[in-house]
């Protein structure tokens, strides 16, 4: 009987052993050099110029204008001078606060 309880005890015992160093890699690979970390840091997009801008310009940069705002946009500013502020977009036809506000970070007036 203390064959048989120590046989029981045992036989796991050394099953578990074989199943470990058989499932352990037969070699061992080398640690590859570590990869050095590259800061990313997201280029700040070109602005456009209000004041400087040509239509094909504006026309290309900006979300929601096409060839009639871009030259509606050239024309106010050979009528009315310069752009004091990006806000003065507004006074064009067809220039509304949405469309505005979803170019103001690629706009800019100097």
């Known amino acids: 009987m203390r064959n048989?309880?120590?046989s029981y005890l045992?036989?796991?015992l050394f099953a578990s052993l074989?199943?470990?160093?058989?499932?352990?890699?037969?070699?061992t690979t080398a640690v590859p050099d570590p990869v050095p970390v590259v800061s990313h840091v997201a280029a700040q997009p070109l602005r456009?110029?209000?004041?400087?801008?040509?239509?094909?310009?504006?026309?290309?940069?900006?979300?929601?204008?096409?060839?009639?705002?871009?030259?509606?946009?050239v024309a106010y500013r050979?009528?009315?001078?310069?752009?004091?502020?990006?806000?003065?977009?507004?006074?064009?036809?067809?220039?509304g606060s949405a469309?505005?506000?979803?170019?103001r970070d690629k706009v800019m007036v100097e």
């Open 48 to 73: 456009v110029d209000l004041n400087k801008a040509d239509a094909a310009t504006l026309q290309k940069e900006l979300n929601g204008i096409g060839k009639a705002k871009a030259e509606a946009i």
């Open 18 to 27: 074989s199943f470990t160093l058989s499932a352990a890699p037969a070699t």
């Open 4 to 6: 048989t309880v120590l």
């Open 99 to 103: 469309l505005l506000e979803r170019n």
């Open 10 to 12: 045992l036989l796991p």
């Open 78 to 95: 050979e009528t009315h001078g310069p752009f004091a502020s990006v806000d003065e977009l507004l006074e064009i036809r067809g220039v």
